[in-house]
C-alpha cells in the first residue's frame, strides 16, 4: 500500500543538530545525520513540520542560541522552495492543494528569555509560534517534569501564561512537571497542547500524561502529540509501531478522537521505534492505524486534527499583536 494521507508532526529537534553542527543537510538526499529531511518528509506525505528551537543543556541558557536556531531555520529550512513558513491562519489554509510542507517554529524551554516578556514579543515577532515553558529542569518560570522539587508555575511563569494567551502564541506543557501542568491549565484561556507525550496508564513514565490530564486537554480542545520515543511508548522491550497504537486507542477511549496528533521527537531521540525512524517510514504507521480506524479518523490522527488546532488558533493575518 503506498501513502495516501498526509502527515503532521509537532515535534522535531533537527534545528538542535544544526546548532551543534550546521554542515548536516536539510535538503541532500544522500546524507543520513539527521532522521528529518526534505526528501523523507516528501515520502512521508508530510503536510506539516514543526521545528523546536531547543537549546542544549551545555549551552548558555540566552537568546542568542535562540536567535542562532531562528537564523538557521531561515538559511537551512525555509530556503527549500518546498517550505511555506506557518505563522498565520491564511497560511495554513495556503497548504491545501499546493503541495507545500508547513514550518511551524516552536521554543522547547523558555529558559533564554531570562523572565523578560519583552524577549518573548520578540520572538513572537520573529515567527516562533509555540511554546514549552520548561525543558525537564526548573527554570524561572515553572519547575520541569524530572525537577525534584515538583513545584508549580513561578509569578513570572503565571506572567508568561498571560502574556502568551495574549499574543496568541501557543502554549506547550509537554515538559512540565504535574503541579505546573495544571497550574497552567488553571490558568490558561486557550487550550494548550502537549506537543510530544503519550498515555502515563498504558506506559508509566513521567514525561507522559495521566488520565485526568488527557482528560483536561480534551475539555478545552487541545491537542495531544502522541511521541515516537521509545522509552515512552514502552517499558522492558523494543517499541513496535503497534504500541504506538495502544495510546492512541487509551486516548480514544477518555474521548480524544479528534485531539490526537503526532510529535515525532525524530533528532531528539537516540533510538527509534522500529519501524519509525524517520518520516520517510511514516507509511507504517499509517497503514497500523487503517487496519484499526476507518479513514476520516485516520486522516484526523495523521494530519488534520493538528491543522483544525491551527486554523483555530493562529492569528487571522499578520497583524503584530
Ligand atoms: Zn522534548
Redesign the pocket.
Given at each position: 500500500m503506498s501513502l495516501k494521507l498526509r502527515s503532521a508532526d509537532f515535534?522535531c529537534d533537527v534545528l538542535m543538530k544544526l546548532l551543534e553542527d550546521e554542515s548536516r543537510s536539510f535538503t541532500n538526499e544522500e546524507r543520513t545525520e539527521l532522521d528529518v529531511t526534505l526528501p523523507k518528509l516528501r515520502q512521508g506525505g508530510s503536510v506539516l513540520q514543526t521545528f523546536a528551537i531547543y537549546i542544549p543543556e551545555r549551552m548558555e541558557k540566552s537568546m542568542m542560541p535562540i536567535l542562532q536556531s531562528i537564523d538557521l531555520f531561515q538559511r537551512k529550512i525555509l530556503t527549500s522552495p518546498s517550505l511555506k513558513w506557518i505563522r498565520t491562519r491564511q497560511d495554513v489554509n495556503q497548504l491545501n492543494g499546493s503541495g507545500s510542507i508547513g514550518a511551524l517554529l516552536s521554543l522547547?524551554g523558555a529558559d533564554g528569555l531570562q523572565g523578560e516578556l519583552s524577549m518573548l514579543r520578540i520572538l513572537y515577532q520573529l515567527g516562533v509560534r509555540a511554546v514549552g515553558l520548561t525543558?525537564n529542569r526548573a527554570n524561572w518560570g515553572a519547575d520541569g517534569v524530572l525537577e525534584n522539587r515538583q513545584g508549580g508555575l513561578t509569578g513570572k511563569g503565571r506572567e508568561f501564561v498571560a502574556e502568551c494567551n495574549r499574543l496568541g502564541m501557543l502554549l506547550d506543557v509537554?515538559?512540565l512537571s504535574d503541579k505546573a501542568f495544571w497550574d497552567m491549565v488553571d490558568i490558561t484561556n486557550k487550550p494548550l497542547i502537549a506537543s510530544?507525550s503519550n498515555a502515563r496508564t498504558i506506559c508509566d513514565h513521567p514525561r507522559n500524561l495521566t488520565d485526568d490530564q488527557i482528560r483536561a486537554l480534551i475539555a478545552m480542545n487541545g491537542r495531544i502529540g502522541v511521541t515516537f520515543v521509545p522509552q515512552f511508548v514502552i517499558a522492558g522491550r523494543t517499541a513496535r509501531v503497534d504500541d504506538i497504537l495502544l495510546h492512541v486507542e487509551h486516548i480514544c477511549t477518555l474521548g480524544g478522537e479528534k485531539h490526537i496528533m503526532f510529535g515525532s521527537?525524530f533528532d531528539?531521540i537516540e533510538s527509534h521505534v522500529m519501524g519509525l525512524s524517520n518520516p520517510g517510514e511514516l507509511e507504517n504507521l499509517q497503514e497500523a492505524l487503517l487496519q484499526r480506524y476507518n479513514e476520516a479518523l485516520v486522516s484526523g490522527f495523521m494530519a488534520q486534527n493538528a491543522l483544525d488546532y491551527l486554523l483555530e488558533q493562529l492569528p487571522a493575518g499578520s497583524k503584530i499583536q
Amino acid at each position: 500500500m503506498s501513502l495516501k494521507l498526509r502527515s503532521a508532526d509537532f515535534h522535531c529537534d533537527v534545528l538542535m543538530k544544526l546548532l551543534e553542527d550546521e554542515s548536516r543537510s536539510f535538503t541532500n538526499e544522500e546524507r543520513t545525520e539527521l532522521d528529518v529531511t526534505l526528501p523523507k518528509l516528501r515520502q512521508g506525505g508530510s503536510v506539516l513540520q514543526t521545528f523546536a528551537i531547543y537549546i542544549p543543556e551545555r549551552m548558555e541558557k540566552s537568546m542568542m542560541p535562540i536567535l542562532q536556531s531562528i537564523d538557521l531555520f531561515q538559511r537551512k529550512i525555509l530556503t527549500s522552495p518546498s517550505l511555506k513558513w506557518i505563522r498565520t491562519r491564511q497560511d495554513v489554509n495556503q497548504l491545501n492543494g499546493s503541495g507545500s510542507i508547513g514550518a511551524l517554529l516552536s521554543l522547547e524551554g523558555a529558559d533564554g528569555l531570562q523572565g523578560e516578556l519583552s524577549m518573548l514579543r520578540i520572538l513572537y515577532q520573529l515567527g516562533v509560534r509555540a511554546v514549552g515553558l520548561t525543558w525537564n529542569r526548573a527554570n524561572w518560570g515553572a519547575d520541569g517534569v524530572l525537577e525534584n522539587r515538583q513545584g508549580g508555575l513561578t509569578g513570572k511563569g503565571r506572567e508568561f501564561v498571560a502574556e502568551c494567551n495574549r499574543l496568541g502564541m501557543l502554549l506547550d506543557v509537554s515538559h512540565l512537571s504535574d503541579k505546573a501542568f495544571w497550574d497552567m491549565v488553571d490558568i490558561t484561556n486557550k487550550p494548550l497542547i502537549a506537543s510530544h507525550s503519550n498515555a502515563r496508564t498504558i506506559c508509566d513514565h513521567p514525561r507522559n500524561l495521566t488520565d485526568d490530564q488527557i482528560r483536561a486537554l480534551i475539555a478545552m480542545n487541545g491537542r495531544i502529540g502522541v511521541t515516537f520515543v521509545p522509552q515512552f511508548v514502552i517499558a522492558g522491550r523494543t517499541a513496535r509501531v503497534d504500541d504506538i497504537l495502544l495510546h492512541v486507542e487509551h486516548i480514544c477511549t477518555l474521548g480524544g478522537e479528534k485531539h490526537i496528533m503526532f510529535g515525532s521527537d525524530f533528532d531528539g531521540i537516540e533510538s527509534h521505534v522500529m519501524g519509525l525512524s524517520n518520516p520517510g517510514e511514516l507509511e507504517n504507521l499509517q497503514e497500523a492505524l487503517l487496519q484499526r480506524y476507518n479513514e476520516a479518523l485516520v486522516s484526523g490522527f495523521m494530519a488534520q486534527n493538528a491543522l483544525d488546532y491551527l486554523l483555530e488558533q493562529l492569528p487571522a493575518g499578520s497583524k503584530i499583536q
